[in-house]
């Protein structure tokens, strides 16, 4: 607000002059000008016209007032605090109250009930994760990325690889096996022999090969081969080689015999050139 | 928490200076007012900074503040007067000739604060009742000292026009 604010019909009063010899009027002083006659008038009917009383509800105002105070010291907050702890702090008359609430902050409540249902959702995730009871594509997802950070989850693609490859591995084993006693027993029975081939028909390129084995004797020492390798692409030399063999029977069965693995190969092979 | 003792001073050194402004302000029943105003004032004061003078001026806000929204009450919610039987049931209430005039001073002031604006009555008010400086009626209007004091010369130059005018006599 400036001095161009004031009306024309004000004009002329000057703030300061007034607020001066208000001044005067109320330190008790008479204005020396008569001038202020009518504001020192106006000042001395204002002060009859609302003079001082006594307030008669002086105890009943303070008593509220102490009320109010205990309540809110009783709710963990002094009514009244040092301007400056500088010195040390002041000492309370009545001590901490007993029960001291610290209320959680807003954002500490909202983020707590944000994180709980999330920390809640993790632990079942992980616990059906670890036992492996997570849909397909979640378990496969959960265990690749645990997998990542050092943890051995049961994945997707564990569980459906897994026996396939125990299985070959079983198959390799006994063939492993079958090499074993080929090589170990020679001149072992036939039935040991015939054991191992049984065990190889769990698959089925190698009941082909036993197949083979049943229509020509001589091709054992192919299903040695076979015991190394189910492929079926051997089998079918197999089966070539016995035919041929079938033809030379009649020449050098002591040839097989003393060649191939399978003494009691031989020993057919032989009757069979007889024939 | 503060002690009793201390309540009170504080509700003494200010107290009468705070009733004067409300009944002058013309707020029914200045007296609850006044209650309310101190608790009000217990309530908040520990957010309040500064010394004894920024004290009493804050005081003089609240009650300010309080004057206000009683006003507005009692707009919303006039007070029925009350009959004649009433009042003659309560009995005699003093001297009628002192009544008499101060309820013809109050009449005359009354229509002299009429004449000003909210803002002039409250700066005169408080500067004249409330006995505080142009600083501190700053802080209890909420305004910068220079406008107070503006605000100041417009009532008293409304005032002495009135005066002049003969509108109302001293």
């Known amino acids: ?275 | 928490m503060g002690a009793e003792w201390a309540w009170r001073e504080l509700y003494r050194e200010t107290a009468p200076a705070v009733d004067r402004y409300l009944r002058a302000r013309g707020v029914p029943d200045a007296d609850d007012v006044v209650g309310e105003t101190f608790v009000n004032v217990v309530r908040a004061i520990d957010g309040f900074e500064g010394d004894e003078t920024a004290f009493r001026a804050w005081v003089f806000a609240i009650a300010r503040n309080r004057a206000t929204d009683e006003m507005r009450r009692a707009i919303r919610h006039p007070i029925v007067p009350a009959s004649i039987e009433e009042l003659d049931d309560r009995g005699p209430r003093g001297d009628v000739e002192t009544e008499a005039m101060e309820g013809l001073v109050t009449d005359r002031i009354g229509r002299l604060l009429d004449r000003l604006t909210p803002d002039q009555r409250d700066v005169l008010l408080l500067r004249i009742l409330g006995d505080l400086t142009i600083e501190q009626v700053a802080i209890a209007v909420g305004r910068k000292p220079g406008a107070v004091k503006m605000l100041q010369a417009r009532g008293v130059a409304a005032i002495r026009r009135e005066i002049e005018r003969g509108a109302v006599t001293l």
């Open chain 1, 1 to 275: 607000m400036s001095t161009s604010d004031v009306p024309p019909d004000e004009m002329g009063w000057d703030p300061n002059a007034t607020d001066d010899a208000l001044e005067q009027m109320l330190s008790g002083q008479t204005p020396t000008s008569d001038e202020w006659r009518e504001l020192a008038g106006f000042v001395q009917d204002l002060h009859e016209a609302a003079p001082a009383r006594p307030l008669v509800s002086e105890d009943l105002h303070v008593a509220a007032m102490v009320e109010t105070s205990h309540l809110i010291a009783e709710n963990g907050d002094p009514v009244v605090r040092p301007v400056s702890n500088a010195d040390a702090p002041a000492p309370q008359v009545s001590g901490l109250p007993k029960l001291r609430r610290k209320p959680m902050k807003r954002s500490t409540r909202t983020l707590v009930r944000v994180l709980a249902p999330i920390a809640a959702i993790f632990t079942v995730m992980g616990s059906m994760a670890v036992a492996g009871a997570l849909p397909h594509p979640v378990q496969k997802a959960v265990s690749h990325a645990a997998g990542t950070v050092g943890l051995n989850l049961p994945g997707d693609d564990e569980s459906t690889n897994v026996p396939d490859q125990d299985d070959q591995g079983e198959n390799a084993d006994d063939q492993g096996d079958n090499d074993d006693n080929q090589g170990d027993s020679s001149t072992t029975d036939t039935a040991i022999t015939t054991n191992d081939q049984g065990d190889q028909s769990e698959s089925s390129d190698t009941q082909t090969s036993a197949d083979d084995q049943g229509e020509n004797d001589d091709s054992q020492g192919d299903n040695n081969n076979q015991g190394e390798d189910t492929q079926s692409a051997d089998t079918s030399g197999d089966t070539q080689s016995g035919d041929s063999q079938g033809g030379d029977t009649s020449g050098g069965g002591d040839s097989q015999s003393g060649d191939t693995s399978g003494g009691g190969d031989s020993q057919s092979g032989d009757s069979q050139g007889g024939d």
